[in-house]
C-alpha cells in the first residue's frame, strides 16, 4: 500500500498519514472467511507504536488474536512494514466492531447532516457570575512559555492586584527573583519544594500550565513530554501533597 500521487509529499506532515493507516487497517478484512458478510469498523486501538515514518510503499500483516467471526467484536495484532522488511509500526490491539449493512445505509442517507453525526467542542461566553466577581486577590502560579503568553497573564492578573509567581523549565532548582523561579520538568521534587516555598504564606487561587506551547518546535521528543505532560502530572501531584499536609 501507498498514499496516491496527488498525497505523496502530504506524508512529511505526519508520524504516520491517517489516509495510509486506514488502509493499512483493511489487511484485517483477509483474514475473515471468505463470503462473510458480516461488517467490521473499527471501534479501538492499543499498544499503537511508530518506530519510523512511512516512506513509499509498505506492507500490512494482521492476525486474529481474540474472537470467531461472527461475533460482536473480533481484536487482531496489526503490524505495518517498509519495503525492505522493516517494522515501521504495530499496534498491540485492534477491536473492529460488527455492524450491520443497515446501520451504514441509514449513515450514508444522511451524509447532508453529517456535522450533526460528530462530536465538537465548542466554547460559550458567558457572563461573570457575581459571586466570582466578588473574591478578592490571591495566588497564581503560571508556568510560562516563552511566547509570553504566561508574562502576559501575569500583568493582567496584577492588574488585579493578584499575585503571580512565574516558573521556567531549567536544570535546577532555583528562585531567579522575588516573583520568578526555575525548576526541572523531569523532577517530580522539585514541584513539591516550589508549592511549599511559594504557596505557604499564600491563598492559592490557580494553577495554569503554559509549558506544553513550546513544544512544536523542540528538537527532543522525550523532552517535550517531559515539559508537557510529566510536568502536569507532578503539578497534580504537588498539589494533592500540599492539601494532605
Known amino acids: 500500500m501507498r498514499l496516491p500521487d496527488t498525497q505523496a509529499d502530504a506524508h512529511t506532515?505526519?508520524?504516520?498519514?491517517?489516509?495510509?493507516?486506514?488502509?493499512?487497517?483493511?489487511?484485517?478484512?483477509?483474514?475473515?472467511?471468505?463470503?462473510?458478510?458480516?461488517?467490521?469498523?473499527?471501534?479501538?486501538?492499543?499498544?499503537?507504536?511508530?518506530?519510523?515514518?512511512?516512506?513509499?510503499?509498505?506492507?500490512?500483516f494482521a492476525q486474529l488474536i481474540q474472537g470467531t467471526p461472527g461475533l460482536e467484536t473480533l481484536t487482531f495484532a496489526l503490524h505495518i512494514f517498509d519495503a525492505d522488511g522493516g517494522l515501521?509500526?504495530?499496534?498491540?490491539?485492534?477491536?473492529?466492531?460488527?455492524?450491520?449493512?443497515?446501520?451504514l445505509e441509514r449513515v450514508a442517507g444522511q451524509a447532508d447532516?453529517?456535522?450533526?453525526?460528530?462530536?465538537?467542542?465548542?466554547?460559550?461566553q458567558q457572563p461573570l457570575s457575581a459571586e466570582a466577581s466578588t473574591i478578592g486577590p490571591g495566588h497564581?502560579?503560571?508556568?510560562?512559555?516563552?511566547?509570553?503568553?504566561?508574562?502576559?497573564?501575569?500583568?493582567?492578573?496584577?492588574?488585579?492586584?493578584?499575585?503571580?509567581?512565574?516558573?521556567?523549565?531549567?536544570?535546577?532548582?532555583?528562585?531567579?527573583?522575588?516573583?520568578q523561579w526555575q525548576i526541572s520538568p523531569q523532577q517530580s521534587d522539585h514541584f513539591q519544594r516550589l508549592i511549599a516555598d511559594t504557596a505557604n504564606d499564600k491563598s492559592l487561587r490557580g494553577v495554569v500550565q503554559l509549558w506544553s506551547a513550546d513544544d512544536a518546535g523542540d528538537a527532543s521528543p522525550?523532552?517535550?513530554?517531559?515539559?508537557?505532560?510529566?510536568?502536569?502530572?507532578?503539578?497534580?501531584?504537588?498539589l494533592m501533597h500540599m492539601h494532605s499536609l
Not at 447532516?113 to 460559550?124: G, N, P, R, S, V
Not at 522525550?222 to 504537588?238: K, V, Y
Open 113 to 124: 447532516k453529517i456535522d450533526e453525526l460528530l462530536y465538537a467542542l465548542t466554547w460559550q
Open 88 to 103: 515501521i509500526a504495530h499496534a498491540d490491539k485492534v477491536v473492529m466492531k460488527r455492524v450491520s449493512a443497515a446501520a
Open 13 to 60: 506532515h505526519y508520524h504516520f498519514h491517517p489516509a495510509l493507516l486506514d488502509a493499512c487497517l483493511q489487511a484485517v478484512g483477509a483474514v475473515l472467511p471468505t463470503g462473510d458478510a458480516n461488517l467490521y469498523v473499527p471501534l479501538q486501538i492499543e499498544g499503537f507504536c511508530c518506530n519510523a515514518q512511512p516512506n513509499g510503499a509498505v506492507w500490512s
Open 140 to 179: 497564581w502560579l503560571i508556568f510560562a512559555d516563552s511566547h509570553g503568553i504566561g508574562t502576559a497573564l501575569a500583568e493582567r492578573l496584577i492588574q488585579h492586584s493578584d499575585h503571580c509567581t512565574l516558573v521556567v523549565p531549567g536544570a535546577d532548582y532555583q528562585q531567579i527573583n522575588a516573583t
Open 222 to 238: 522525550i523532552a517535550a513530554q517531559a515539559r508537557s505532560l510529566a510536568s502536569t502530572l507532578h503539578i497534580a501531584q504537588a
